[in-house]
């Protein structure tokens, strides 16, 4: 074999090795906000509107993403429930350094927020949409979240739960309730006139 022959074999084996990975695409995800502290106490039977916060696609494809709740397997504070959250929008697709704002909604049951401090990952994670159905990539991001949930009754739930559909459907259910009570108070006023009249 020809000695001059040997360092161009060896570097076009090298090249043949080196080039499947700069060949191959790269799927990857990145959050724009670290961590999200909501500073007043949340009551629950309330329903709530948390700070957004921003995915991004790192990586050099497109690809589907899709948000959702995870936790510390060991974490000291409680873990809120998936139920408990809402994100808009939960799923979405970004092609390469492109990014989407993501809405956070939190609504507490009446029953089952229980006091105390709670602790949870925002996560995003890039998935793959095959013939054989959705599976997730091995790669995540995630802003971390903490709130506190105050101590409240069960009478005080339902109290908050009532003021926060007041204040979502307002003012129309104040139109209503105005126009039930001068119909109450017609019919009692109505009622009290004939009471008079019979008694002359």
Not at 12 to 35: D, Q
Not at 82 to 108: M, T
Not at 145 to 169: C, E, G
Request: glycine share 6%.
């Amino acid at each position: 074999m020809n000695s001059r022959a040997t360092p161009f074999i060896l570097l076009s084996l090298l090249v043949l090795i080196i080039f499947p990975v700069f060949a191959t695409a790269k799927i990857g995800v990145g959050v724009g906000t670290g961590s999200i502290k909501v500073g007043e106490p949340l009551k629950a039977g309330k329903a709530y509107t948390l700070p957004s916060f921003v995915v991004l696609n790192t990586g050099d494809e497109s690809s589907e993403y899709a948000v959702r709740i995870a936790h510390r397997e060991d974490q000291p504070e409680m873990k809120p429930d998936e139920a408990w959250f809402r994100f808009e929008p939960s799923s979405f697709n970004l092609g390469p350094g492109e990014s989407q704002l993501v809405h956070v909604f939190l609504d507490l049951p009446i029953r089952g927020a229980l006091p105390g401090e709670y602790f949870a990952f925002l996560q995003a994670r890039p998935i793959i949409v095959a013939e054989a159905g959705v599976a997730s990539v091995g790669v995540a991001a995630a802003s971390q979240l903490r709130f506190t949930v105050k101590p409240s009754n069960i009478f005080q739930a339902l109290y908050y739960r009532f003021s926060d559909w007041y204040s979502h459907f307002h003012p129309w259910n104040t139109i209503v309730l105005v126009i039930a009570f001068v119909a109450l108070l017609l019919a009692f006023l109505r009622r009290k006139f004939k009471i008079q009249i019979a008694r002359k």
